[in-house]
């Protein structure tokens, strides 16, 4: 086996295996998954994003409800449009795309989503049946990083896993799933001291921090699986991750690639979340 876990190759399993329970659902239930997908205003990365999203739900066989608001939307506009989607049963998941212009309030935006459709997993109710470790749903990127962890055959029980970055929807979260694996998990950020010789301790070092090729060979250990979340460009505006790929791999047993490693998990955990989610709407349990 390869020691790069391909994430295009991961997500396209996945894919196939959730449009078949897709297949399923509609033909023995009659229902689809439907995923509203909201966006304000005009940010050309999101334009993206957002069409990105409404494509895999045409690869699975979802209904992909698409709601493109001027970038003068206020709180109270976009508010009364997700009340409104919260009611519609013909909606299992609502998403809104970040970031939001400058006016609006992210966090009570994000909240106002029922948390049965919150199919990112940022409602705090959610974020708390992560760390109790009985969830319906779970945040797609670090979902998607577990998703790659178990194809590979990769053991966690007894590791010890390093999280370096310590974000709500990435870093934290992902510390959790570990743990809730039996990792021994240590998580790092900005302020932590020794960062080189914590991470060069790890067994599986996961990173998230938004720096390009941060980690350095030096801060790993012969061996370690090294799975990099970070999207960046170099100083060729080339994409990177936030390892230096290049002179990490010949010392981990297994990497993950930046572009087409983590981030093609992403939207595939996406349209998981939602048919997981059209389920337990219907009173269908996997
Ligand atoms: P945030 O900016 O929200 O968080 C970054 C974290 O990294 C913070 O906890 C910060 O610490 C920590 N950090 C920053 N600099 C250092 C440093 N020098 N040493 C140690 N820790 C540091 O980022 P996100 O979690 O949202 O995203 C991280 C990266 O992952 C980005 O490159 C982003 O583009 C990418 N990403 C990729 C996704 C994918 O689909 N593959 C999805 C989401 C994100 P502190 O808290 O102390 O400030």
Redesign the pocket.
């Known amino acids: 086996m390869s020691k790069i876990i391909s994430g295009k190759i991961v997500s396209a399993e996945v894919r196939e295996s959730l449009k078949k329970e897709t297949e399923a659902l509609i033909e023995s239930a009659g229902i689809h998954p439907g995923l509203a997908v909201i966006l304000v205003g005009n940010d050309p990365a999101s334009q993206v994003y957002v069409r990105n999203k409404q494509l895999a739900c045409e690869e699975l066989g979802f209904h992909a409800f698409e709601y493109k608001l001027s970038e003068n939307t206020t709180q109270e506009q976009l508010l009364d449009l997700i009340n409104i989607l919260n009611k519609d049963k013909k909606v299992h998941g609502i998403l809104v795309q970040l970031p939001l212009p400058d006016h609006l309030d992210e966090k009570s935006v994000l909240y106002s989503i029922t948390p049965e459709k919150d199919v990112d997993a940022f409602h705090p109710l959610n974020v708390g049946k992560i760390m109790i470790g009985n969830y319906d749903v779970l945040p797609?990127?670090p979902a998607?990083v577990m998703e790659m962890i178990d194809w590979a055959g990769i053991e966690i029980s007894g590791k010890k896993c390093v999280v370096?970055?310590?974000?709500?929807?990435?870093?934290k979260p992902m510390a959790m799933l570990l743990l809730q694996r039996s990792g021994t998990v240590t998580i790092?950020?900005?302020?932590?001291k020794n960062?080189k010789e914590v991470c060069a301790d790890a067994d599986i070092l996961v990173v998230?921090?938004?720096?390009p090729k941060?980690v350095t060979a030096d801060m790993v250990k012969e061996g370690a699986v090294v799975i990099d979340?970070?999207?960046?460009r170099d100083e060729n505006n080339k994409l990177c991750?936030?390892v230096d790929y290049e002179n990490v791999e010949p010392k981990a047993s297994f990497i993950t690639p930046?572009p087409g490693?983590?981030?093609p998990?992403?939207i595939t955990m996406l349209m998981k979340n939602t048919l997981h989610a059209a389920k337990l709407q219907n009173g269908i349990k996997d």
Not at 164 to 171: A, D, E, F, K, T
Not at 208 to 211: L, R
């Open positions: 797609c990127t998607g370096v970055g310590r974000s709500n929807i990435v870093g790092c950020h900005s302020k932590t960062l998230a921090i938004g720096k941060f979340v970070g999207i960046n991750g936030d930046v490693g983590v981030g998990m992403t």
